[in-house]
């Protein structure tokens, strides 16, 4: 690892203890990685494996106990990561009290943007989002994927390079799923952001990134990496690909699911 990288994030032997009660309990067991500028990846992992928790460390909400965490290039402590990239959190609820423009523009507005500005340019990206019309609707009165879409342009409003999205799709149902991570597809090959989105779901990581870890299951390690070669755009047949099934195979046998032996 060269000694100043331009990765969009850089971790190195990050490490994460939880204190609960009088134990120390171990989430994640010396963790190196890197988002490259222009890249996907996708992290899978089992319920527990710590996933959360490193998202937490790279956005500044949990202090790592032993690593470095690097953004831009830049070794980042961490009462300063806050606000160095943007983050959708697993259950990141939208306020009932506001209306579907009013929430996505939470996000300017705690950089400062005056309320009928931030309003405004907030309404503007609507179409964008599949959202049109739905700009003055109360977060009840729109669908699971509706709601998804302006948690994500809400998230995409703190225009911060570096993106990472825990389990954005885990609430919603198999077709609501389907067709946000289709949109998530064509949306990335258009803006190619950095992006560090974890998952329990391998379909999902091989459909959307370039690059897929897998991480153990508590204290979370990496333990296996592969380069995803199916080719861009994504659509969804390429899931029937012999390609989409060898990652699927291999994958599913990194994270222990399926046994090597039984793999064709
Ligand atoms: P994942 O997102 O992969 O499901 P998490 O990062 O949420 O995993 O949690 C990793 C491990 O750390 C789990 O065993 C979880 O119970 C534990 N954990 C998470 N948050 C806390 C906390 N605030 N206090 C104590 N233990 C925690
Ligand atoms: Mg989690």
């Not at 990239?85 to 939470?106: G, H, I, K, T």
């Not at 931030?118 to 179409?127: G, H, M």
């Not at 370039?210 to 592969?226: F, T």
């Not at 046998?253 to 046994?259: F, Q, S």
Request: glycine letters at 6%; hydrophobic letters at 45%; charged letters at 25%.
């Amino acid at each position: 690892m060269p000694e100043c990288s331009t990765a969009a994030l850089s971790m190195q032997g990050v490490s994460a203890t939880y204190r609960d009660r009088n134990d120390l309990l171990l989430a994640l067991d010396s963790v190196t990685l890197d988002v490259q500028a222009h890249e996907f990846v996708a992290m899978v992992g089992p319920s527990g494996s710590g996933k959360s928790t490193l998202l937490d460390i790279v956005s500044g909400l949990f202090g790592e106990s032993a690593g470095r965490v690097d953004v831009d290039g830049e070794a980042i402590a961490l009462e300063q990561r806050l606000g160095r990239s943007a983050y959708m959190r697993q259950r990141d609820l939208l306020l009932p009290w506001r209306s579907a423009a009013e929430n996505a523009a939470l996000a300017l507005e705690a950089r400062g943007v005056p309320k009928t500005k931030a309003r405004a340019t907030a309404r503007q990206r609507f179409p964008e989002f599949g959202l049109a019309g739905f700009e003055d609707a109360w977060p009840s009165q729109l669908s699971g994927g509706m709601r998804q879409r302006v948690a994500f342009l809400r998230t995409i409003l703190a225009d911060r390079s570096l993106l990472l999205l825990d389990e954005p799709f885990g609430a919603l149902d198999a077709l609501n799923r389907v067709s946000m991570q289709t949109w998530l597809a064509g949306y990335w090959e258009a803006e190619r952001h950095p992006v560090l989105l974890v998952t329990h779901d391998v379909d999902e990581a091989i459909f959307l990134a370039d690059r897929v870890l897998v991480l153990s299951p508590r204290p979370g390690r990496i333990v296996h990496e592969e380069r995803i070669d199916v080719p861009r755009p994504r659509r969804r047949a390429a899931m029937t690909s012999p390609s989409f099934l060898q990652h699927r195979s291999s994958l599913l046998t990194a994270l222990g699911v399926i046994d090597e032996t039984n793999v064709a």
